[in-house]
């Protein structure tokens, strides 16, 4: 079962922040939190991955609480081309990946 | 191979037959995951390989689903006697040890008439 819960559906206007929020409540010590997304049709992609340390690549940034039981992905200027079901996951090595069912964002022009 | 590689990348099958999905992960990636996802659904786990052993097994959802891996590489998924609830995209991702992402195939569609 996937640890994680996220909101179905987002909205976000282009150019703006896209906040996509994630609950692991029951996140154990050495699970970190990953993020994927799916664009119709495609395999999902890696975007970013933390255990407690706000993290930050070229895609964009993530945000770990202290009690590292919720994260909150930040894509800084949304484009149309964001619009894909984002993923977030818990797992370690030689751990499954379980895939919840997403938060479905929606970039608007 | 520069990525992941699943084959076939579409396949059309009568119910009751039987098929095999084949991947093929970069190499040195130790872990190896499937998953199907259905129309408009997200990804269900299947099975995850750890070198050529299965230490989750739990997501199969029947006993017509097997998975086998060879050479801690190439996996192949295993649907017998497919059923029209089996038609979905099949996905496989690897990974390599140590904390790192996983890479995703482009999945097979399988599709059962």
């Known amino acids: 079962d996937a640890k994680t819960t996220q909101p179905p559906s987002m909205d976000c206007a282009e150019g703006r922040a896209a906040n996509l929020p994630c609950n692991h409540s029951t996140i154990s010590g050495n699970e970190y939190v990953y993020w994927y997304r799916q664009i119709h049709s495609q395999g999902p992609q890696y975007i970013i991955h933390?255990?407690?340390n706000n993290e930050t690549n070229e895609m964009a940034s993530l945000i770990i609480t202290e009690d590292r039981k919720s994260s909150t992905l930040i894509l800084p200027h949304a484009t149309l081309r964001d619009t894909a079901v984002y993923y977030c996951?818990?797992?370690?090595?030689?751990?499954?990946?379980?895939f919840g069912t997403g938060t479905s964002l929606t970039v608007i022009p | 191979g520069a990525g992941v590689s699943q084959s076939p990348s579409n396949k059309v099958t009568e119910k009751g037959k039987d098929v095999e999905l084949r991947c093929d992960p970069i190499?040195?990636?130790?872990?190896l995951y499937w998953y199907r996802q259905s129309l408009g659904q997200g990804l269900e786990f299947l099975i995850y390989f750890q070198g050529n052993s299965a230490p989750d097994k739990s997501g199969l959802p029947s006993d017509r689903f097997s998975a086998e891996r060879t050479g801690g590489s190439v996996s192949t998924l295993t649907i017998q006697r497919t059923q029209q609830e089996d038609s979905a995209v099949y996905l496989c991702?690897?990974?390599?040890?140590?904390?790192?992402?996983?890479?995703f195939g482009q999945g097979t569609r399988l599709t059962v008439v």
């Open positions: 190499s040195g990636h130790t872990a």
């Open positions: 933390g255990l407690k």
């Open positions: 996951i818990v797992g370690n090595t030689g751990n499954q990946f379980y």
């Open positions: 991702a690897g990974r390599e040890a140590g904390n790192t992402e996983a890479f």
